[in-house]
């Protein structure tokens, strides 16, 4: 069984044992498999931040209407909120990294296909 031909990040090579004769890459660096990858990274970055977020506005308005109706003390509420602020900047955090691998995946792809066309080109007339 081969390896998979592929540089990780860090410059090393990956370690992953491909399967199949013609499979020269893994899953994450197959340049064949990029889009597929992006367009994953897209959506498993879009669905559980958004789900938090909903969620937390809901916390939110509840509380806020909890106060007015005078059932939750201002105290309570304001401390409440703060934590609630804390965890709606965490998971702002939290999509932002996964953006930023999505942009690093897919600018990685960008200079593989790059270097391959420079490669192809040495090659022909």
Avoid: F, W
Avoid at 66 to 78: M, S, T, Y
């Amino acid at each position: 069984m081969a390896r998979c031909a592929g540089i990780k990040r860090d410059g090393s090579r990956c370690t992953v044992i491909v399967n199949g004769s013609h499979t020269t890459y893994c899953y994450q660096h197959d340049p064949k498999r990029a889009e597929e990858r992006r367009r994953n990274a897209s959506r498993a970055a879009k669905s559980k931040p958004s789900r938090e977020l909903v969620g937390i506005k809901q916390r939110l308005s509840d509380l806020a209407d909890d106060v007015l109706e005078e059932n939750v003390d201002k105290g309570v509420a304001a401390v409440a909120s703060q934590v609630l602020n804390v965890y709606l900047r965490a998971v702002s955090v939290e999509l932002k990294a996964k953006e930023q691998l999505e942009l690093i995946e897919r600018l990685e792809a960008l200079e593989e296909a790059l270097e391959q066309r420079k490669g192809d080109r040495s090659y022909g007339p």
